[in-house]
């Protein structure tokens, strides 16, 4: 049982409908596909525009900061994917600062408010949703908000890898959001989607930037329903039938499951003895702090079969990560915190008595909170 917050399983249902034969790319039959896919991507995304491109999450971070900005990038740097946006900046020799959190913190909006004010060169913000590194959930509503009211020039680009398909995310006052087929659309990994406003468009066309990731290229290849170099064609096709499919079940009703997933997930960890990690967690996981990581996560895989992340760098062996994007079944989410509790039992820390699943059960089933 894979629950680790991606790469997450991909369906039956998603590998057969990539198990067909090869269709070239400049066909109509390519197109229509194509067609489909951007229709339902701008609904989920809920942005005027979208590109979809043939690389993970981190060619899409790259193509929003060399498009995006043209004197200096803002950071928020909570974590691993806020580092990466950092990184990209270096790589390039864009002008940027940050704004470090250890990565159970959000930031603070008055933190960023203070830094607009100040330096007058920013002209993008960069900032994940959910900061997968810990879990977090940044304010990125209230930051959109409040930097619009002070310059609405400032574009606004949120990585929303673990957000899009979680949650329905305010897009009111982003001018791009960033998501990636390995989370919450359960493909295999290899595609990254980005959705834009109409102020972004015009930004990227102003001063196209790159060849493979040059969105302005790209763009307008791609409202005519085709792409500028080959297109990931397997891949767009399992994107299509998931995006069908959850709008089939109903994106509402995906993001009040999923919401109450994490919710039951989390009082039933915290119940057998469990710290929540983030100050401000998010539903795409639930994260907790435990010295014994290490130990519970080799016993969940070789006694248990459930695969569930651990921590990267300095928190390496001190949190568990589970995820809950996608469309996890009942049975693997009440599993998972039967299994912590039976391998808490094993690890002499705490003695089984069922507390997990009974709350979990509770919470998820019989409509208690
Ligand atoms: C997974 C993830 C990414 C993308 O990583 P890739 O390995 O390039 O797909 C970016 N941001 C966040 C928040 C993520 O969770």
Not at 9 to 26: C, D, G, W, Y
Not at 78 to 85: A, E, L, N, P, T
Not at 226 to 246: Q, R, S, V
Not at 269 to 284: M, N
Request: include cysteine.
């Amino acid at each position: 049982m894979l629950l680790t917050p991606g790469p997450t399983p991909v369906p039956e249902f998603i590998r057969k409908a990539m198990s067909e034969l090869t269709i070239h790319h400049r066909t109509k039959e390519f197109e229509l596909i194509f067609e489909n896919t951007r229709k339902l991507l701008l609904e989920i995304l809920d942005m005027p525009e979208a590109i979809i491109l043939a690389s993970t999450g981190t060619g899409a971070m790259e193509a929003c900061v060399t498009n995006l900005t043209h004197k200096k990038a803002l950071v928020i740097n909570s974590g691993k994917f806020g580092q990466r946006f950092t990184k990209i900046c270096e790589a390039f020799n864009i002008s940027h600062i940050e704004i470090k959190n250890e990565w159970n913190t959000a930031v603070k909006v008055e933190d960023v408010i203070e830094i607009i004010k100040q330096d007058k060169d920013i002209d993008a913000i960069y900032i994940q949703i959910c900061e997968s590194a810990g879990g977090l959930r940044h304010p990125y509503e209230q930051i959109a908000k409040e930097v619009k009211k002070i310059n609405k020039n400032i574009m606004i680009i949120a990585d929303g890898i673990t957000a899009i398909g979680v949650e329905r995310v305010n897009s009111s006052n982003l001018d791009a959001i960033i998501t990636g087929s390995q989370k919450a659309f359960m493909l295999p990994p290899g595609l990254s989607m980005i959705g834009l406003s109409l102020e972004a468009v015009k930004k990227l066309k102003a001063k196209p930037s790159g060849y493979y990731l040059n969105l302005a290229s790209e763009l307008k290849k791609q409202k005519t329903n085709t792409t500028a170099y080959t297109a990931a064609t397997t891949l767009i096709i399992g994107l299509k039938h998931m995006l069908e499919h959850m709008k089939n079940i109903g994106f509402e009703n995906i993001y009040k499951k999923t919401k109450l997933r994490a919710n039951a997930t989390r009082k039933a960890l915290i119940e057998i003895g469990f710290d929540i990690y983030p100050k401000t967690p998010a539903d795409a996981m639930t994260t907790v702090y435990t010295e014994y990581s290490n130990e519970i996560r080799k016993i969940l895989k070789t006694k248990y079969n459930v695969s569930i992340a651990g921590g990267q760098d300095h928190l390496k062996g001190l949190i568990l990560r589970i995820n809950h994007m996608g469309l996890v079944e009942d049975f693997e989410a009440s599993w998972i915190v039967n299994a912590i509790e039976l391998t808490l039992d094993e690890l002499q820390i705490r003695t089984f008595d069922g507390q997990a699943n009974k709350i979990f059960s509770n919470i998820m089933f019989k409509g208690k909170v």
